[in-house]
C-alpha cells in the first residue's frame, strides 16, 4: 500500500515524499480513510507509530486551502509534542499554503500573539498558555471544525483534563473529534465518551513495549550506576544515546558527572528554560551530542529519528512509563536497544514489564566492570572489608 490510495492532493502528497515516507503505517492505513470521512476517532496508539501523521494528513485534505481561523485546534500536554506537531502541519502540509501556530507557555508570549493575528489555519497548543489567550479574546474557537486532542492519557497524569474540559466547552459541538492516547485510564474513557460523537475506535498493536526493540537489564548498586553508564558509553558502539534519571536533580548531577568525563552529553529537564531545552534537543538532533541525560515527563514526546539506545538509569515504575521511555527508540520503522539499570528496589518493575512483554528480558553483565566496589562513603572508613563481604553476599539473590 502507498500513500496514493488514500486520495490526498497532489500538494499534500509532495509534503509526505519530501518528509520521505513510502509506506503508511499500521496506524495510517486504519485511521486516515475514516478521518477524511468526517468520522469521530479515537486511536489506542504507542508512541513512535505514526500516530500523528494520522491525523494531519486528513485534516490537511479536509482543510484544503486557508480559511477563516481558527479550524483545527489539536491539544497536546507538552511543548516539545506541540512544536513537533506544528512541525508536522508544516512539513507535511508545506505546498498548501496552509497556516498553523504552536501556542505554549515558557516562551515569548509576544511573538506567538503576533503569529496567531496574523491568521491561523491550525493552532497546536498546550493548555495553559491557550486558556490564557482565550481569556484574552486573542485565540477564539468559535469556527473550529476539526478538534484533536493527543497524548489524552498524559494530559491526565499531568492533571490537565479539567483545563481541557474548559478549553471543549468552547468549541463549536459540530464538529469532528479526534482522542489519542497511549492508554486508555477511566477518566480518559470517560471523557471520550462525553466528547466524541459515535467514534471509529482504532487500536495500533498490543499495549506493550515497541516490538522493534530490544530489551536487556544490568543488575546494579546505585552508586555503580555511573561508573557502569561511563563503562558502557566506552566499550559499546552507541550511536544516540538518551538516557533517563529518575528526577531532576539525578539528571543535573549525572550530566554533569558525564561532562567531566569527556562526554559530548546535553541536559532536558523541566527547570530548564524553554531556550536551553531547544538547545538540548536541537544539538542532540544534530550529532553535536551524542548523549542526552532527561527526566521522562520532559523527554515526553521528543521526537529524534536514530536513538539507537535509551538506558533506564533509573527504572521507570510501571509499565506505561516504560512503554513511553522506550518509544523514544525503534520510532516508526527501525530497531533500536533499550537497556535498563536496575537495583535491588527495583526489581519488582523488572517483572511487571517482563509481564507485558510476555518473555523475559536479557540479563547482562559487563566484563572487566567491579559490580563489588564500595559507595565513595565506605571507602573512607575503616570497615571496608566488612562491608564489601556483606555486599557480596546481598547481591547474590539479584534477578537474573
Ligand atoms: P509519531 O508516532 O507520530 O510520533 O511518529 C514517529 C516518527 O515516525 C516521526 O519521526 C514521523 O516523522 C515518522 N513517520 C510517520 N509516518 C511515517 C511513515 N509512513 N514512514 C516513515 N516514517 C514515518
Redesign the pocket.
Known amino acids: 500500500m502507498d ?1 496514493k490510495s488514500f486520495d490526498l492532493t497532489p500538494e499534500i502528497e509532495s509534503g ?1 515524499e519530501d ?7 499500521e ?2 492505513v486504519q485511521a486516515i480513510p475514516h478521518i477524511m470521512q468526517g468520522r469521530d476517532v479515537t486511536g489506542l ?10 491525523f494531519v494528513l486528513p485534516i490537511l485534505r479536509r482543510l484544503k486551502r486557508s480559511g477563516k481561523p481558527v479550524r483545527v485546534l489539536v491539544i497536546a500536554p507538552t511543548r516539545e509534542l506541540a512544536e ?1 506537531i506544528h512541525e ?1 502541519f508544516q ?1 507535511l502540509g508545506r505546498h498548501t499554503g496552509l497556516k498553523s501556530v504552536a501556542v505554549y507557555g515558557g516562551v515569548d508570549r509576544k511573538a506567538q500573539i503576533r503569529r496567531v493575528r496574523e491568521g491561523a489555519d491550525i493552532v497546536v497548543a498546550c493548555p495553559g498558555r491557550l486558556l490564557d489567550l482565550m481569556e484574552q479574546s486573542i485565540i477564539k474557537l468559535a469556527r473550529v471544525e476539526v478538534l484533536v486532542i493527543d497524548e489524552a492519557d498524559r494530559m491526565f497524569d499531568m492533571g490537565f483534563l479539567p483545563d481541557v474540559r474548559r478549553i471543549i466547552k468552547r468549541v463549536p459541538p459540530q464538529r469532528q473529534t479526534l482522542l489519542f492516547s497511549a492508554t486508555m485510564p477511566d477518566d480518559v474513557r470517560a471523557l471520550a465518551g462525553e466528547i466524541l460523537n459515535d467514534p471509529v475506535n482504532i487500536r495500533v498493536g498490543a499495549p506493550v513495549p515497541v516490538s522493534t526493540v530490544s530489551h536487556a537489564i544490568y543488575t546494579v548498586e546505585d552508586h555503580l550506576k555511573t561508573p557502569l553508564l561511563i563503562k558502557l558509553l566506552k566499550s559499546e558502539e552507541m550511536e544516540s544515546v538518551l538516557v533517563f534519571t529518575r528526577t531532576k536533580i539525578r539528571a543535573t548531577h549525572l550530566a554533569s558527572r558525564m561532562k567531566r568525563a569527556g562526554f559530548p552529553v546535553a541536559l532536558l529537564q523541566g527547570d530548564l528554560s524553554q531556550n536551553r531545552r531547544e538547545e538540548a534537543l536541537n544539538g542532540f538532533r544534530n550529532g553535536k551530542y551524542r548523549i542526552l541525560v532527561a527526566t521522562e515527563i520532559a523527554a515526553r ?1 521528543i ?1 529524534v ?1 536514530g536513538i539507537s539506545h535509551v538506558i533506564n538509569y533509573d527504572m521507570p515504575d510501571n509499565v506505561d512509563a516504560y512503554t513511553h521511555r522506550i ?1 523514544r527508540t525503534g ?3 527501525r530497531t533500536g536497544i533499550a537497556l535498563s539499570f536496575v537495583t535491588r528496589d527495583e526489581r519488582a518493575f523488572v517483572w511487571d514489564i517482563e509481564k507485558a512483554l510476555g518473555k523475559e528480558m536479557e540479563r547482562r553483565i559487563l566484563e572487566d566492570f567491579n559490580y563489588g566496589a564500595p559507595p565513595p562513603s565506605a571507602r573512607a572508613k575503616p570497615l571496608r572489608q566488612e562491608r564489601r563481604g556483606n555486599r557480596g553476599k546481598s547481591l547474590a539473590n539479584f534477578p537474573g
Open positions: 500513500f509526505v518528509m520521505g515516507y513510502t509506506e503508511p503505517t496506524i495510517q496508539a504507542q508512541t513512535g507509530t505514526g500516530k500523528t501523521a494520522a513537533q508536522a512539513g514526546g521526537d529519528l518509544g520510532r516508526a520503522l
